[in-house]
């Protein structure tokens, strides 16, 4: 499986920072998101993960009858300094899925998506 990195981070003002946003991985390609800290720091030292990653988990029980988005992929929350998605449940859809990160008291509200 092919990773495409999404860095996690903080601006000098302390506002966190996602590149890219929105992301975009391929079926074909076997392509999963790996979310990363970018911070530095040592990582692991304070006992909690870096940043939470969290799709919209009613959106995911309501996705199976409206076809609502949710999360694209099989899971709707990731935590750590890193964290990978696992390969795209869903087909290329053309939507983008609004995730939520938070880090250090704050979060901040990017995008992502799938294609063939």
Not at 24 to 37: P, R, T
């Amino acid at each position: 499986m092919k990773d495409v990195e999404v860095e996690i981070g903080l601006d000098k003002q302390g506002n966190i920072t996602i590149t890219p946003d929105p992301f975009s991985v391929s079926i074909l390609a076997d392509e999963q998101v790996v979310w990363k800290c970018t911070l530095n720091h040592q990582h692991g030292s304070q006992g909690s993960p870096c940043f939470t990653v969290d799709f919209n988990k009613n959106q995911n029980i309501l996705n199976v009858n409206r076809n609502l988005p949710g999360s694209p992929f099989s899971d709707w929350h990731f935590c750590g300094h890193s964290a990978s998605s696992g390969p795209a449940k869903v087909k290329d859809n053309k939507k983008l899925y609004k995730y939520t990160v938070n880090m250090n008291g704050k979060s901040v509200d990017p995008e992502g998506g799938v294609r063939p």
